[in-house]
T-cell receptor, first 109, second 114 residues
Framework: GQNIDQPTEMTATEGAIVQINCTYQ??????LFWYQQHAGEAPTFLSY??LDGLEEKGRFSSFLSRSKGYSYLLLKELQMKDSASYLC??????????WGAGTKLIIKP | DTAVSQTPKYLVTQMGNDKSIKCEQN?????MYWYKQDSKKFLKIMFS???????INETVPNRFSPKSPDKAHLNLHINSLELGDSAVYFC?????????????FGPGTRLTVL
């Protein structure tokens, strides 16, 4: 079957760095997405990786290893507004998005 | 200039009623989706339409019927609402075939069935 695993909840301190991991098993693979979802709001796009390596975008970076079925989202210089759920989703061979349950990130002052 | 809009944002209704949720996108995308996000926060695809044609129909009860009058609109009609239908329903759109296939989500409709 198809599966996405990510931690349920993480806690970090304002100004610090946090890494949210995601492992995936899909029928074929056409890329890995990270979305941010604040409580009560819609998911918003953060990043897309289809090639191995690190993609940096400001304070957020996303990494992919296709051979390991693994990705992580790295958040630097954490701000209180980064408190949200971070959803990992893989695009399978039929271009269907397979979603993880999300990682709730709690930022403490 | 809302990209994907849904109405209503909140919907509270009694079991057994019939209700509709509307979705519109002004991004010119060909593909639209309906997702259900339950209390455990899993996003589950329900339907996907491409150019007004149904391309994904996951295992959902046939009480749920999507309707796409044109490629900018995808409405969701639910008959005989049940308690288990309580969830947040998200509409999304994307341009299939583009490199990233990024999906843009509407604000969600929080449905509560009493």
């Amino acid at each position: 079957g198809q599966n996405i695993d990510q931690p349920t909840e993480m806690t970090a301190t304002e100004g610090a760095i946090v890494q949210i991991n995601c492992t995936y098993q899909t029928s074929g693979f056409n890329g890995l997405f990270w979305y941010q979802q604040h409580a009560g709001e819609a998911p918003t796009f953060l990043s897309y990786n289809v090639l191995d390596g690190l993609e940096e975008k400001g304070r957020f970076s996303s990494f992919l290893s296709r051979s390991k079925g693994y990705s992580y989202l790295l958040l630097k210089e954490l701000q209180m507004k980064d408190s949200a759920s971070y959803l990992c989703a893989a695009l399978d061979s039929n271009y269907q998005l397979i979603w993880g349950a999300g990682t709730k990130l709690i930022i403490k002052p | 200039d809302t990209a994907v809009s849904q109405t209503p944002k909140y919907l509270v209704t009694q079991m057994g009623n019939d209700k509709s949720i509307k979705c519109e996108q002004n991004l010119g995308h060909d593909t639209m989706y309906w997702y259900k996000q339950d209390s455990k926060k899993f996003l589950k695809i329900m339907f996907s339409y491409n150019n007004k044609e149904l391309i994904i129909n996951e295992t959902v009860p046939n009480r749920f019927s999507p309707k796409s009058p044109d490629k900018a609109h995808l409405n969701l009609h639910i008959n005989s609402l049940e308690l288990g239908d309580s969830a947040v329903y998200f509409c999304a759109s994307s341009q299939v075939g583009q490199v990233t296939d990024t999906q843009y989500f509407g604000p969600g409709t929080r449905l509560t069935v009493l």
